[in-house]
Protein backbone atom coordinates (compact mmCIF):
# COMPACT_ATOMS: atom_id res chain seq x y z
CA UNK A 1 0.00 0.00 0.00
CA UNK A 2 2.47 2.39 0.67
CA UNK A 3 4.70 1.14 -2.15
CA UNK A 4 1.07 2.55 -4.44
CA UNK A 5 1.01 5.67 -2.69
CA UNK A 6 4.40 6.92 -3.13
CA UNK A 7 3.98 6.33 -7.01
CA UNK A 8 0.44 8.09 -6.90
CA UNK A 9 1.91 11.05 -5.16
CA UNK A 10 4.97 10.92 -7.77
CA UNK A 11 2.33 11.55 -10.76
CA UNK A 12 0.87 13.80 -9.53
CA UNK A 13 4.00 16.03 -8.57
CA UNK A 14 4.85 14.73 -12.26
CA UNK A 15 1.26 16.01 -13.53
CA UNK A 16 1.51 19.16 -11.18
CA UNK A 17 5.00 20.37 -12.14
CA UNK A 18 3.55 20.14 -16.35
CA UNK A 19 0.31 21.94 -15.60
CA UNK A 20 2.61 24.79 -13.92
CA UNK A 21 5.17 24.55 -16.65
CA UNK A 22 2.47 25.05 -19.43
CA UNK A 23 0.87 27.35 -17.22
CA UNK A 24 4.00 30.13 -17.17
CA UNK A 25 4.33 29.41 -20.91
CA UNK A 26 1.41 30.59 -22.01
CA UNK A 27 1.11 33.13 -19.56
CA UNK A 28 4.37 34.61 -20.78
CA UNK A 29 2.77 34.60 -24.29
CA UNK A 30 0.14 35.72 -23.36
CA UNK A 31 1.58 39.11 -21.96
CA UNK A 32 4.22 39.25 -24.69
CA UNK A 33 3.77 43.07 -26.86
CA UNK A 34 2.05 42.25 -30.55
CA UNK A 35 2.93 45.94 -31.56
CA UNK A 36 4.69 45.55 -35.00
CA UNK A 37 5.08 49.11 -36.79
CA UNK A 38 7.61 51.60 -37.85
CA UNK A 39 7.41 54.99 -36.10
CA UNK A 40 9.86 56.91 -38.14
CA UNK A 41 12.00 56.02 -41.66
CA UNK A 42 14.25 58.04 -43.03
CA UNK A 43 17.71 59.00 -44.39
CA UNK A 44 20.62 61.33 -43.26
CA UNK A 45 22.90 61.61 -46.25
CA UNK A 46 21.06 63.12 -48.06
CA UNK A 47 18.55 63.83 -45.33
CA UNK A 48 14.92 62.69 -46.14
CA UNK A 49 12.39 61.80 -44.18
CA UNK A 50 10.06 58.93 -45.17
CA UNK A 51 5.89 59.71 -45.20
CA UNK A 52 4.16 56.29 -43.27
CA UNK A 53 0.75 55.12 -44.52
CA UNK A 54 0.00 53.45 -41.50
CA UNK A 55 -2.82 51.52 -42.62
CA UNK A 56 -2.10 51.35 -46.24
CA UNK A 57 1.91 49.93 -44.68
CA UNK A 58 3.56 52.18 -47.11
CA UNK A 59 6.24 54.28 -46.62
CA UNK A 60 7.37 56.79 -49.37
CA UNK A 61 10.51 58.75 -49.40
CA UNK A 62 11.42 61.95 -51.75
CA UNK A 63 15.28 62.19 -52.25
CA UNK A 64 16.76 65.34 -54.31
CA UNK A 65 17.70 65.33 -57.58
CA UNK A 66 21.10 63.63 -58.47
CA UNK A 67 21.08 60.90 -55.53
CA UNK A 68 22.10 57.93 -55.62
CA UNK A 69 19.61 55.41 -54.30
CA UNK A 70 21.16 52.04 -55.25
CA UNK A 71 23.10 52.27 -52.04
CA UNK A 72 21.10 54.43 -49.10
CA UNK A 73 21.22 53.20 -45.30
CA UNK A 74 18.07 54.25 -43.95
CA UNK A 75 17.08 55.41 -39.67
CA UNK A 76 14.40 52.96 -38.81
CA UNK A 77 12.98 53.52 -35.54
CA UNK A 78 10.13 50.58 -34.14
CA UNK A 79 7.45 50.25 -31.49
CA UNK A 80 8.99 48.91 -28.35
CA UNK A 81 10.54 45.46 -28.18
CA UNK A 82 10.03 45.22 -32.22
CA UNK A 83 12.96 43.85 -34.91
CA UNK A 84 13.23 44.89 -38.45
CA UNK A 85 14.80 42.96 -41.66
CA UNK A 86 16.15 44.05 -43.50
CA UNK A 87 17.81 45.97 -40.14
CA UNK A 88 18.11 49.64 -39.83
CA UNK A 89 21.36 50.80 -40.46
CA UNK A 90 21.55 48.34 -43.81
CA UNK A 91 22.40 49.78 -47.28
CA UNK A 92 19.40 48.94 -49.92
CA UNK A 93 19.31 49.87 -53.44
CA UNK A 94 16.18 51.50 -53.33
CA UNK A 95 15.68 51.71 -57.67
CA UNK A 96 12.72 49.53 -56.89
CA UNK A 97 10.45 49.48 -53.80
CA UNK A 98 12.03 47.04 -51.03
CA UNK A 99 9.99 45.29 -48.05
CA UNK A 100 10.81 45.42 -44.40
CA UNK A 101 8.99 43.17 -41.89
CA UNK A 102 8.75 44.17 -38.88
CA UNK A 103 8.09 40.86 -35.86
CA UNK A 104 6.95 41.61 -32.94
CA UNK A 105 7.50 40.49 -29.55
CA UNK A 106 4.60 37.37 -29.62
CA UNK A 107 6.28 36.77 -32.95
CA UNK A 108 3.52 38.44 -35.15
CA UNK A 109 4.67 40.07 -38.21
CA UNK A 110 3.67 43.30 -40.37
CA UNK A 111 5.03 44.03 -43.77
CA UNK A 112 6.04 47.60 -45.31
CA UNK A 113 6.73 48.45 -48.52
CA UNK A 114 9.10 51.85 -48.79
CA UNK A 115 9.47 53.16 -52.21
CA UNK A 116 12.17 55.87 -52.55
CA UNK A 117 11.33 58.93 -55.10
CA UNK A 118 14.04 60.95 -56.61
CA UNK A 119 12.99 64.96 -56.85
CA UNK A 120 9.44 63.63 -56.14
CA UNK A 121 8.07 66.62 -54.37
CA UNK A 122 8.19 64.90 -50.98
CA UNK A 123 7.52 60.87 -51.26
CA UNK A 124 4.30 61.80 -53.26
CA UNK A 125 2.27 63.08 -50.25
CA UNK A 126 0.64 66.72 -50.98
CA UNK A 127 3.05 69.67 -50.51
CA UNK A 128 0.86 72.33 -48.40
CA UNK A 129 1.27 75.48 -48.63
CA UNK A 130 2.07 77.40 -45.80
CA UNK A 131 0.11 80.49 -45.15
CA UNK A 132 0.00 83.37 -42.55
CA UNK A 133 -3.75 82.44 -41.87
CA UNK A 134 -2.43 78.85 -41.07
CA UNK A 135 0.20 79.39 -38.36
CA UNK A 136 -1.55 82.49 -36.24
CA UNK A 137 -4.00 80.65 -34.61
CA UNK A 138 -2.50 80.56 -31.06
CA UNK A 139 -0.72 77.10 -30.21
CA UNK A 140 -0.12 75.67 -33.35
CA UNK A 141 1.93 72.28 -34.01
CA UNK A 142 3.13 71.80 -37.45
CA UNK A 143 2.42 68.43 -38.53
CA UNK A 144 5.59 65.76 -40.27
CA UNK A 145 4.93 66.77 -44.04
CA UNK A 146 6.52 68.49 -46.87
CA UNK A 147 5.30 72.58 -46.93
CA UNK A 148 5.98 75.64 -49.91
CA UNK A 149 6.18 79.20 -48.62
CA UNK A 150 5.40 80.87 -51.73
CA UNK A 151 4.74 84.76 -50.36
CA UNK A 152 6.16 86.20 -47.04
CA UNK A 153 5.41 84.59 -43.94
CA UNK A 154 4.49 85.99 -40.54
CA UNK A 155 4.09 84.73 -37.13
CA UNK A 156 2.67 87.06 -34.64
CA UNK A 157 2.65 87.11 -30.57
CA UNK A 158 1.50 85.93 -29.14
CA UNK A 159 1.00 83.10 -31.45
CA UNK A 160 3.00 80.10 -30.76
CA UNK A 161 4.43 77.87 -33.44
CA UNK A 162 5.90 74.25 -32.53
CA UNK A 163 7.46 72.70 -35.68
CA UNK A 164 7.67 68.66 -35.60
CA UNK A 165 10.77 66.78 -36.36
CA UNK A 166 11.28 65.29 -40.18
CA UNK A 167 8.90 68.62 -41.42
CA UNK A 168 10.71 70.11 -44.49
CA UNK A 169 9.35 74.01 -45.69
CA UNK A 170 10.60 74.72 -48.72
CA UNK A 171 10.62 78.30 -49.65
CA UNK A 172 9.93 80.26 -53.01
CA UNK A 173 12.65 82.98 -54.94
CA UNK A 174 13.10 85.73 -52.27
CA UNK A 175 10.74 84.55 -49.81
CA UNK A 176 11.15 85.04 -46.04
CA UNK A 177 9.91 84.20 -42.84
CA UNK A 178 9.13 86.64 -39.77
CA UNK A 179 8.81 85.96 -36.52
CA UNK A 180 7.74 89.07 -34.55
CA UNK A 181 5.96 90.44 -31.35
CA UNK A 182 7.00 88.37 -28.78
CA UNK A 183 5.76 85.41 -30.85
CA UNK A 184 7.57 82.43 -30.19
CA UNK A 185 9.04 79.32 -32.54
CA UNK A 186 9.70 75.80 -31.77
CA UNK A 187 11.72 73.94 -34.44
CA UNK A 188 13.07 70.97 -32.30
CA UNK A 189 13.98 68.28 -34.70
CA UNK A 190 15.71 64.85 -33.87
CA UNK A 191 19.06 63.87 -34.98
CA UNK A 192 17.27 61.29 -37.18
CA UNK A 193 14.50 63.63 -38.10
CA UNK A 194 15.82 66.83 -38.59
CA UNK A 195 13.97 69.92 -39.54
CA UNK A 196 14.51 71.39 -43.00
CA UNK A 197 14.46 74.91 -44.02
CA UNK A 198 15.36 74.54 -47.81
CA UNK A 199 14.60 76.12 -51.87
CA UNK A 200 11.31 75.08 -53.84
CA UNK A 201 14.10 74.39 -56.89
CA UNK A 202 15.02 70.92 -57.83
CA UNK A 203 18.42 72.42 -58.41
CA UNK A 204 18.79 74.98 -55.56
CA UNK A 205 21.85 77.65 -55.20
CA UNK A 206 23.21 79.64 -52.19
CA UNK A 207 20.57 82.56 -52.20
CA UNK A 208 17.35 81.12 -53.70
CA UNK A 209 15.42 82.08 -50.72
CA UNK A 210 15.68 85.35 -48.38
CA UNK A 211 16.12 84.47 -44.59
CA UNK A 212 13.89 83.42 -41.09
CA UNK A 213 13.90 86.05 -39.11
CA UNK A 214 13.61 85.70 -35.42
CA UNK A 215 12.91 89.33 -33.94
CA UNK A 216 11.24 90.26 -30.69
CA UNK A 217 10.71 87.02 -29.15
CA UNK A 218 9.56 85.20 -26.12
CA UNK A 219 11.58 81.56 -25.52
CA UNK A 220 12.21 80.89 -29.37
CA UNK A 221 14.35 77.91 -29.41
CA UNK A 222 16.46 76.18 -32.76
CA UNK A 223 17.44 72.63 -32.45
CA UNK A 224 18.66 70.00 -35.09
CA UNK A 225 17.22 72.48 -38.03
CA UNK A 226 18.91 72.80 -41.37
CA UNK A 227 18.78 76.23 -43.10
CA UNK A 228 20.10 76.12 -46.86
CA UNK A 229 20.15 78.02 -50.10
CA UNK A 230 18.82 81.18 -48.44
CA UNK A 231 20.59 84.35 -47.20
CA UNK A 232 20.17 86.44 -50.50
CA UNK A 233 20.85 89.86 -48.54
CA UNK A 234 24.56 91.14 -47.76
CA UNK A 235 22.22 93.15 -44.88
CA UNK A 236 20.80 89.86 -43.07
CA UNK A 237 21.73 86.45 -42.52
CA UNK A 238 19.86 83.57 -43.44
CA UNK A 239 18.86 83.15 -40.09
CA UNK A 240 18.67 86.58 -38.37
CA UNK A 241 17.87 87.10 -34.43
CA UNK A 242 17.53 90.04 -32.26
CA UNK A 243 16.23 87.88 -29.06
CA UNK A 244 17.67 85.21 -26.54
CA UNK A 245 17.21 82.25 -27.58
CA UNK A 246 18.51 78.55 -27.78
CA UNK A 247 20.11 76.87 -31.04
CA UNK A 248 22.04 73.92 -30.73
CA UNK A 249 22.73 71.06 -33.40
CA UNK A 250 22.14 73.01 -36.48
CA UNK A 251 23.61 73.25 -39.67
CA UNK A 252 23.77 76.44 -41.26
CA UNK A 253 24.87 75.57 -45.37
CA UNK A 254 25.68 77.35 -48.70
CA UNK A 255 24.04 80.80 -47.30
CA UNK A 256 24.79 83.39 -50.37
CA UNK A 257 26.25 86.29 -47.54
CA UNK A 258 26.37 85.39 -43.76
CA UNK A 259 24.63 82.50 -42.36
CA UNK A 260 23.68 83.61 -38.98
CA UNK A 261 23.28 87.32 -37.90
CA UNK A 262 22.96 88.42 -34.32
CA UNK A 263 21.86 92.35 -33.56
CA UNK A 264 20.71 93.46 -30.55
CA UNK A 265 20.40 91.06 -28.51
CA UNK A 266 21.74 90.18 -24.84
CA UNK A 267 23.23 86.96 -25.64
CA UNK A 268 22.35 83.55 -26.49
CA UNK A 269 20.77 81.11 -23.94
CA UNK A 270 22.60 77.76 -25.21
CA UNK A 271 24.79 77.60 -28.33
CA UNK A 272 26.49 74.53 -28.80
CA UNK A 273 27.06 71.93 -31.64
CA UNK A 274 26.34 74.00 -34.52
CA UNK A 275 27.87 73.58 -38.19
CA UNK A 276 28.57 76.16 -40.86
CA UNK A 277 29.44 75.12 -44.01
CA UNK A 278 30.12 77.10 -47.53
CA UNK A 279 28.17 80.63 -46.07
CA UNK A 280 29.22 84.07 -47.67
CA UNK A 281 31.72 82.42 -50.01
CA UNK A 282 30.41 84.96 -52.68
CA UNK A 283 31.32 88.17 -50.42
CA UNK A 284 35.06 89.21 -49.01
CA UNK A 285 33.36 91.33 -46.46
CA UNK A 286 30.66 88.64 -45.49
CA UNK A 287 31.29 85.66 -43.13
CA UNK A 288 29.33 82.74 -41.74
CA UNK A 289 28.31 84.53 -38.50
CA UNK A 290 27.49 87.86 -37.31
CA UNK A 291 27.66 89.80 -34.45
CA UNK A 292 26.24 93.30 -34.19
CA UNK A 293 27.73 93.38 -30.37
CA UNK A 294 30.13 91.57 -28.86
CA UNK A 295 27.78 90.48 -25.57
CA UNK A 296 25.72 88.71 -28.05
CA UNK A 297 28.50 86.23 -27.94
CA UNK A 298 28.27 86.03 -24.06
CA UNK A 299 27.14 82.20 -23.95
CA UNK A 300 28.56 80.42 -27.14
CA UNK A 301 29.34 77.23 -25.89
CA UNK A 302 31.79 74.16 -27.20
CA UNK A 303 31.38 72.30 -30.57
CA UNK A 304 30.60 75.00 -33.27
CA UNK A 305 32.64 74.28 -36.28
CA UNK A 306 32.95 75.77 -39.51
CA UNK A 307 33.85 75.17 -43.01
CA UNK A 308 34.19 77.07 -45.91
CA UNK A 309 35.85 76.73 -48.73
CA UNK A 310 37.36 80.32 -48.65
CA UNK A 311 40.11 81.22 -46.19
CA UNK A 312 39.68 84.19 -44.18
CA UNK A 313 36.25 83.09 -42.45
CA UNK A 314 34.89 83.32 -39.29
CA UNK A 315 32.69 85.25 -36.76
CA UNK A 316 32.63 88.68 -37.35
CA UNK A 317 32.45 91.04 -34.61
CA UNK A 318 31.19 94.92 -35.06
CA UNK A 319 32.20 96.39 -31.91
CA UNK A 320 30.53 98.14 -29.45
CA UNK A 321 30.78 99.16 -25.08
CA UNK A 322 29.97 95.62 -23.68
CA UNK A 323 27.35 95.88 -21.37
CA UNK A 324 27.96 92.30 -19.63
CA UNK A 325 30.64 89.28 -19.28
CA UNK A 326 31.36 87.99 -22.09
CA UNK A 327 33.53 84.71 -22.78
CA UNK A 328 35.20 84.48 -25.84
CA UNK A 329 35.43 80.02 -26.69
CA UNK A 330 38.32 78.54 -28.79
CA UNK A 331 36.46 77.46 -32.59
CA UNK A 332 38.10 76.51 -35.06
CA UNK A 333 38.50 79.85 -37.28
CA UNK A 334 38.92 83.22 -35.63
CA UNK A 335 36.93 86.05 -34.83
CA UNK A 336 37.01 89.22 -36.61
CA UNK A 337 37.11 92.45 -34.66
CA UNK A 338 36.31 95.18 -37.02
CA UNK A 339 35.72 98.45 -34.84
CA UNK A 340 36.87 99.48 -31.30
CA UNK A 341 35.34 97.10 -28.57
CA UNK A 342 35.26 99.04 -25.47
CA UNK A 343 35.02 97.61 -21.65
CA UNK A 344 33.29 100.70 -19.78
CA UNK A 345 30.68 100.45 -17.14
CA UNK A 346 29.29 102.13 -14.28
CA UNK A 347 29.34 98.36 -12.16
CA UNK A 348 32.15 95.39 -13.36
CA UNK A 349 32.34 93.51 -17.04
CA UNK A 350 34.96 91.40 -17.70
CA UNK A 351 36.35 89.98 -21.00
CA UNK A 352 37.50 86.23 -20.83
CA UNK A 353 39.25 85.47 -23.59
CA UNK A 354 40.49 81.28 -23.62
CA UNK A 355 43.54 79.42 -24.46
CA UNK A 356 43.83 78.68 -28.12
CA UNK A 357 41.09 81.76 -29.17
CA UNK A 358 42.45 83.72 -32.27
CA UNK A 359 41.86 87.11 -33.15
CA UNK A 360 41.55 89.06 -36.34
CA UNK A 361 41.99 92.48 -35.75
CA UNK A 362 40.98 95.15 -38.93
CA UNK A 363 42.83 98.40 -39.59
CA UNK A 364 40.38 100.44 -37.02
CA UNK A 365 40.21 97.47 -34.36
CA UNK A 366 41.01 98.37 -30.70
CA UNK A 367 40.71 97.14 -27.65
CA UNK A 368 40.27 99.47 -24.90
CA UNK A 369 39.76 98.92 -20.96
CA UNK A 370 37.88 101.66 -19.26
CA UNK A 371 36.06 102.76 -16.31
CA UNK A 372 35.45 99.30 -14.06
CA UNK A 373 36.60 96.90 -16.99
CA UNK A 374 38.69 93.87 -17.04
CA UNK A 375 40.60 91.94 -19.64
CA UNK A 376 41.09 88.18 -19.10
CA UNK A 377 43.35 86.89 -21.56
CA UNK A 378 45.22 83.92 -20.09
CA UNK A 379 46.44 81.29 -22.73
CA UNK A 380 48.73 78.57 -22.22
CA UNK A 381 52.47 77.62 -23.03
CA UNK A 382 51.06 74.57 -25.98
CA UNK A 383 47.67 77.27 -26.48
CA UNK A 384 48.26 80.49 -27.17
CA UNK A 385 45.90 83.10 -27.63
CA UNK A 386 46.63 84.92 -31.03
CA UNK A 387 45.53 88.94 -31.72
CA UNK A 388 46.81 89.71 -34.96
CA UNK A 389 46.25 92.07 -38.10
CA UNK A 390 43.53 90.61 -40.74
CA UNK A 391 46.86 91.61 -43.05
CA UNK A 392 50.29 90.73 -41.72
CA UNK A 393 51.41 94.47 -41.90
CA UNK A 394 53.57 95.81 -39.65
CA UNK A 395 51.53 98.71 -37.39
CA UNK A 396 48.10 97.41 -39.41
CA UNK A 397 45.91 97.79 -35.96
CA UNK A 398 45.89 99.76 -33.64
CA UNK A 399 46.27 98.76 -30.05
CA UNK A 400 45.21 97.41 -26.56
CA UNK A 401 44.74 99.91 -24.04
CA UNK A 402 44.26 100.15 -20.07
CA UNK A 403 43.43 103.11 -18.23
CA UNK A 404 44.06 104.07 -14.75
CA UNK A 405 40.29 103.35 -13.50
CA UNK A 406 40.06 99.86 -14.54
CA UNK A 407 39.46 96.63 -11.76
CA UNK A 408 42.25 95.05 -10.27
CA UNK A 409 43.91 91.47 -12.01
CA UNK A 410 43.96 92.37 -15.62
CA UNK A 411 46.40 90.00 -17.38
CA UNK A 412 47.93 89.13 -20.82
CA UNK A 413 49.22 85.88 -20.48
CA UNK A 414 51.16 83.39 -23.30
CA UNK A 415 49.43 85.71 -25.80
CA UNK A 416 50.84 86.60 -29.15
CA UNK A 417 50.03 90.14 -30.09
CA UNK A 418 51.33 90.89 -33.66
CA UNK A 419 50.56 94.06 -36.08
CA UNK A 420 49.39 96.01 -34.08
CA UNK A 421 50.92 100.14 -32.70
CA UNK A 422 49.59 101.77 -35.81
CA UNK A 423 51.07 104.51 -33.81
CA UNK A 424 48.12 107.45 -34.60
CA UNK A 425 47.83 110.30 -32.89
CA UNK A 426 50.11 109.81 -30.00
CA UNK A 427 49.05 105.99 -29.13
CA UNK A 428 52.47 105.11 -29.59
CA UNK A 429 52.22 101.03 -28.80
CA UNK A 430 50.52 97.89 -29.36
CA UNK A 431 50.14 97.99 -25.80
CA UNK A 432 49.31 101.20 -24.00
CA UNK A 433 48.98 101.23 -20.65
CA UNK A 434 47.42 105.24 -18.94
CA UNK A 435 47.43 105.77 -15.57
CA UNK A 436 47.85 102.26 -14.42
CA UNK A 437 49.18 100.25 -11.33
CA UNK A 438 50.93 97.40 -10.69
CA UNK A 439 48.17 95.47 -9.60
CA UNK A 440 45.62 96.14 -12.49
CA UNK A 441 47.47 95.00 -15.34
CA UNK A 442 50.48 91.93 -15.81
CA UNK A 443 51.80 91.15 -18.97
CA UNK A 444 53.62 87.33 -19.04
CA UNK A 445 55.10 85.16 -21.26
CA UNK A 446 53.94 87.41 -24.21
CA UNK A 447 55.17 87.40 -27.86
CA UNK A 448 55.13 91.33 -29.16
CA UNK A 449 55.61 91.96 -33.15
CA UNK A 450 55.85 93.97 -36.06
CA UNK A 451 54.51 97.32 -34.49
CA UNK A 452 55.45 101.00 -35.52
CA UNK A 453 55.31 102.47 -32.48
CA UNK A 454 56.75 100.69 -29.20
CA UNK A 455 55.98 97.12 -27.96
CA UNK A 456 54.63 98.29 -24.88
CA UNK A 457 54.13 102.21 -24.29
CA UNK A 458 53.84 103.20 -20.73
CA UNK A 459 52.35 106.65 -20.08
CA UNK A 460 53.68 108.72 -17.17
CA UNK A 461 53.69 107.29 -14.39
CA UNK A 462 51.85 104.15 -15.11
CA UNK A 463 53.19 101.01 -13.98
CA UNK A 464 52.38 96.92 -14.61
CA UNK A 465 53.84 93.75 -14.66
CA UNK A 466 55.73 92.95 -16.98
CA UNK A 467 57.33 88.85 -16.64
CA UNK A 468 59.01 86.34 -19.97
CA UNK A 469 58.07 88.90 -22.75
CA UNK A 470 59.68 88.65 -26.00
CA UNK A 471 59.33 91.34 -28.88
CA UNK A 472 60.08 91.03 -32.11
CA UNK A 473 60.45 93.93 -35.09
CA UNK A 474 58.73 96.79 -32.43
CA UNK A 475 59.31 100.25 -34.51
CA UNK A 476 60.11 102.70 -31.97
CA UNK A 477 61.67 99.83 -29.54
CA UNK A 478 60.36 96.69 -26.70
CA UNK A 479 59.06 99.51 -24.26
CA UNK A 480 59.90 103.48 -23.53
Known amino acids: MKKHNKIYFKSWAIIFTCLTVASM ?3 CNLFNSNEKEITSFSFTNPPAVGIINESAKTIAVDVPEGTNITSLAPVITLSPKATVSPSSGEAQNFANPVNYTVTAEDGSTALYKVTVTVGGGGGGDVVTELTNDMINTGDKILAPGVYLVKSSLYLNGPNRLTISPGVTIKFANNISFSINNNATLIAKGTEILPILFTSERSGPQPGDWGNVVIG ?51 GFVEFSGNQFINCANSDVDQHPMRADHLVELRNIGTGNIFNNTVQNKGILVMGSTLSRNVTLTKTNVPYYFQQETRLDSESTVT ?130
Open 351 to 480: LTIEPGVQIKMMQQARINVDKNGKLLAQGLPNDRIKIEGLVNQKGYWDYIVFHGNILEGNILEYCDIINGGRYTSGWEGAIYLYGTRADQVAIKYCHIAKTLGYGIYFYGNSEAVLEGNTFEDCGMGNTN
Open 216 to 266: KCDGSILEHCIFEYGGNSASWGMVTTSCEMTINDCIFRNSKFTGLWLYGTP
Open 25 to 27: FFS
